[in-house]
């Protein structure tokens, strides 16, 4: 059983820093790199046909999906718009003082995630260090020599230079998975999801369905029963995906496009199920056999990054989240999810969280009837206060001080919108959904 179903309690809120973990990469200086040469050299003599190396032939992108290197490539050396493909490997190489010796070999690559990239010094162009634009990899001292490996687990674009030639050209990127900004603005499997999704019945947007283990689609919705609901959901890795039939518009069936998984013969009775576990980040389209001609079609999106904004947050109460109007739509500190503080007597909510303290955190919560909500002032941003857009309650005054409390207990179920006077305009905004509402 839950703990929070099984005792209800306090959430404690600890106004400190909140660590966060990164990776490293590693860097193999001169000694060991002449053992992993010697060992790559044998490793090349026991087999017939050796990996290609960062000389292979590159491999362009489709014009419609070109990753967006935010210009960060424009005077790169080495570089003449293409991406070279080295998907499917566990390890790729690029030269580090290549050409010239002031160019990195190739200089944009794209690589699945999980991928190890060995960065190799040629010994050309003086000494050389690699270091990533967001600070994710950074080799330190310029050097002659050496090699540096760092791993990609997370999808992306991975800016680099070597910071005594940035401004000479030795510039280059890694384009990560599936998910990464593409010229359209949009990631690669959300922009080909929405093509594909274009024409869909009662599709308006990706609801963010991350978080949960399993997470339920309806067969059979909206008026017509022809439509799934929610019908594009971006998910975590190794979540189970469970199709349930409503029982209207039909016999309907469940069918990846790409063949992946199949629910079987239509089927039209009420109580229904199918599921799927999706473990590989990626897209995957599907469709009713039936009724695809007429927008019954659907994807899941697993893993990586999601679009810029989604239609809603999934609830395992009952499909998408609450409709907040658009209430939230220019609100600082809110990423489209409504975190779950059910099953707690009182509930922290921040004022003054974000970057610049104008948001409350976090922006949107869902607790039970009631619970005692406890805004915590920060003494971040300036001053502030809290106010219900109905009405129901209106913090005292307008306070700066940090460690300054206000509460209100939620008896009833519903949606309470509220926002601090000073800041409303700029986005400090927040949300309480009490309840299944």
């Known amino acids: 059983m839950d703990e929070r179903q099984a005792t209800r309690r306090h959430y404690l809120l600890g106004l400190g820093t909140v660590g966060t973990v990164g990776l490293a990469g590693c860097i193999v200086e001169d000694e060991t790199l002449s053992n992993v040469s010697d060992s790559l050299d044998s490793d090349e003599d026991s087999e017939a046909t050796a990996e290609p190396t960062a000389s292979e032939s590159p491999t362009e992108f489709r014009t419609e999906t070109q990753p967006d290197f935010g210009g960060h490539l424009d005077a790169a050396n080495n570089y003449d718009g293409t991406v070279v493909d080295m998907r499917g490997r566990a390890e790729v190489r690029v030269a580090v003082g290549a050409g010239s010796g002031l160019a990195f070999d190739p200089a944009a690559i794209h690589v699945d995630t999980g991928t190890t990239v060995i960065w190799e010094w040629t010994g050309e162009g003086g000494a050389h260090n690699i270091v990533a634009e967001d600070g994710s990899f950074d080799t330190g001292t310029p050097k002659a020599s050496g090699a540096f490996e760092y791993t990609f687990v997370r999808d992306g674009i991975y800016n680099y230079h070597c910071v005594p030639h940035e401004a000479s050209g030795m510039l280059g990127s890694v384009v990560v998975g599936n998910s990464y900004p593409t010229r359209d603005g949009r990631s690669e499997p959300t922009a080909v999801a929405s093509e594909y999704l274009g024409d869909a019945n009662n599709y308006d947007g990706f609801v963010d369905a991350r ?151 976090p922006a949107a919560v869902r607790v039970d009837p009631g619970t005692t909500v406890v805004w915590v002032w920060t003494g971040e941003g300036g001053a502030h206060n809290v106010v219900a857009e109905d009405g129901r309650f209106e913090s005292p005054e307008i306070v700066s001080e940090r460690g300054t409390t206000y509460e209100f207990t939620f008896e009833e179920a519903g949606i309470c919108r509220y926002y601090c006077v000073p800041h409303k305009a700029i986005g400090m905004k927040g949300v309480v959904v009490v309840g299944t509402a």
Do not use: Q
């Open 211 to 361: 978080g949960h283990d399993e997470v339920n689609v309806t067969v059979g919705a909206g008026n017509s029963g022809l439509a799934f609901d929610p019908p594009a959901v971006h998910v975590d890795p190794r979540t189970t995906v469970i199709w349930e039939w409503l029982g209207d518009g039909g016999a309907h069936n469940v069918v990846a496009e790409d063949d992946s998984f199949s629910s079987g013969n239509i089927v039209g009775e009420s109580g229904h199920t199918f599921e799927r576990s999706f473990v590989d980040p990626g897209l995957t389209r599907y469709h009713c056999v039936p009724h695809e001609g007429i927008g019954m079609k659907g994807a899941v999106l697993v893993g990586g990054d999601g679009p810029d904004s989604y239609a809603g947050t999934y609830d395992s109460n009952g499909g998408s989240g609450p409709d907040f109007g658009g209430y939230l739509d220019n609100a600082l500190n809110y990423d489209g999810s409504v975190t779950d503080m059910t099953g707690y007597d009182e509930v922290p909510v921040e004022v003054g969280a974000g970057d610049n303290g104008l948001g409350f955190g």
